[in-house]
């Protein structure tokens, strides 16, 4: 069994930063890919970005490209998104996951709580 903690969500003011950690406990399979999603509120949850096991395949949502970063410390069991240059339509509760190289939500199995993030203008 995995479990994700999420960490690093708040309150910024838009053209701020924040960085983002998931912490994965248990074993995780090197074919696994992780990934961040984000959920607004009244929308569904989207992709955010996705990164290959050793780190050096990454994907993107268009909104995220250029402005946010994904990586992952395997020796750690962690992964971050750091976000730059955040805007009010950042707001959301942002979910890590485990799963299958996918943008799409049915292929990741393992997710944390969220965290959550605020974007003020």
């Known amino acids: 069994q995995v479990q994700l903690v999420e960490s690093g969500g708040g309150l910024v003011q838009a053209g701020g930063s924040l960085r983002l950690s998931c912490a994965a406990s248990g074993e995780i399979s090197s074919v696994y890919a992780m990934g961040w999603f984000r959920q607004a509120p009244g929308k569904k949850r989207e992709f955010v970005a996705t990164?290959?096991?050793?780190?050096?395949?990454?994907l993107y949502a268009d909104s995220a490209k250029g402005r946010f970063t994904i990586s992952r410390d395997n020796a750690k069991n962690t992964m971050y998104l750091q976000m730059n240059s955040l805007k009010p339509e950042d707001t959301a509760v942002y979910y890590c996951?485990?799963?299958?190289?996918?943008?799409?939500?049915?292929?990741?199995?393992?997710w944390g709580q969220g965290t959550q993030v605020s974007v003020s203008s």
């Open positions: 996951a485990v799963g299958h190289w996918s943008t799409l939500e049915a292929a990741y199995f393992y």
């Open positions: 990164i290959g096991w050793s780190g050096g395949g990454t």
